[in-house]
């Protein structure tokens, strides 16, 4: 895989950009309801999927 491609660097800064929002949603769920936290993942899986499509 040749990382100075134009494709990779547009599909991996999508993944860093997904990272920090699950970092961010780590970092939340100390103080979140479990009802909530699926809620979310819920909604970053389908943004995922959307992504990768």
Sequence with gaps: MNRDSSSFKKVYNKR?????????????????SLRFINAVE????LSNLYLIA
Excluded: G, R, Y
């Excluded at 819920?42 to 899986?45: A, I, L, S, Y």
């Design 16 to 32: 860093t950009i997904i990272e920090s929002i699950f970092s961010k949603l780590a970092d939340m769920t100390n103080s979140t």
């Design 42 to 45: 819920v909604e970053c899986n």
